[in-house]
């Protein structure tokens, strides 16, 4: 199958996988919500990027590496759960929206980018669209083609939970009512571990 056949396929992948809810959308709806929009954009655009190189790098060899030590996988596995608990912490203890006091800093770029690296759902979209996606014949350029691909069709994509969070800022103006929905992303947050840790 040629990897002009694929694009649709692999575009209307990237966007069931990138709309639906996971680690990445929760934390901009709530990134959104704190911060709004423009202060958000790095964290999207480390998104985008961060599983654009991810993916090349896991085509390039980085999955070979698992297979031979396994315990690396493992280590990976620990690593992203705890560290998608402390963002769940992070989330639930952020401050109202003040119009006077901003609340915690938005992810930076570099911050949103090396999260793509623990965060369960990216590794399931990464391998898949190597494994299904990916032709076998001119391997690289069609990885590259699919990172592109699937940059081009996050972006927009999670942009919406961003603006999801902005558009609550005009009805949630009670500090117990954000507090409220921030602990309930939180608690989505927590929920989207089920599957790293009971595959």
């Given at each position: 199958m040629s990897s002009t056949s694929l694009l649709v396929p692999l575009a209307l992948f990237a966007f069931a996988s990138s709309i639906t809810p996971g680690p990445n959308n929760i934390m901009l709806a709530s990134s959104g919500l704190n911060h709004g929009f423009r202060?958000?954009?790095?964290?999207?655009?480390?998104?985008?990027?961060?599983?654009?190189?991810?993916?090349?790098?896991?085509?390039?060899?980085?999955?070979?590496?698992?297979?031979?030590?396994?315990?690396?996988?493992?280590?990976?596995?620990?690593?992203?759960?705890?560290?998608?608990?402390?963002?769940?912490?992070?989330?639930?203890?952020?401050?109202?929206?003040?119009?006077?006091?901003?609340?915690?800093?938005?992810f930076s770029f570099w911050e949103a980018a090396f999260f793509q690296w623990i965060n369960p759902k990216a590794?399931?979209?990464?391998?898949?669209?190597?494994?299904?996606?990916?032709?076998?014949?001119?391997?690289?350029?069609?990885?590259?083609?699919?990172?592109?691909?699937?940059?081009?069709?996050?972006?927009?994509?999670?942009?919406?939970?961003?603006?999801?969070?902005?558009?609550?800022?005009?009805y949630l103006r009670q500090p117990a009512v954000v507090r409220a929905f921030n602990i309930g992303m939180a608690l989505l947050l927590v929920a989207s571990l089920v599957p790293l840790v009971w595959p």
């Open positions: 202060r958000s954009v790095p964290h999207m655009l480390g998104i985008s990027v961060g599983f654009m190189l991810m993916l090349v790098v896991i085509g390039l060899g980085l999955g070979a590496l698992f297979r031979t030590w396994p315990a690396l996988h493992q280590i990976l596995k620990i690593a992203s759960a705890l560290y998608l608990l402390y963002l769940a912490w992070r989330i639930a203890t952020a401050s109202p929206v003040n119009v006077d006091a901003r609340p915690r800093r938005p590794w399931t979209m990464a391998l898949g669209v190597i494994a299904v996606y990916v032709p076998q014949t001119d391997f690289l350029f069609n990885l590259l083609l699919g990172a592109l691909i699937c940059g081009l069709v996050n972006l927009p994509s999670i942009s919406v939970w961003t603006l999801f969070g902005v558009a609550l800022r005009r």
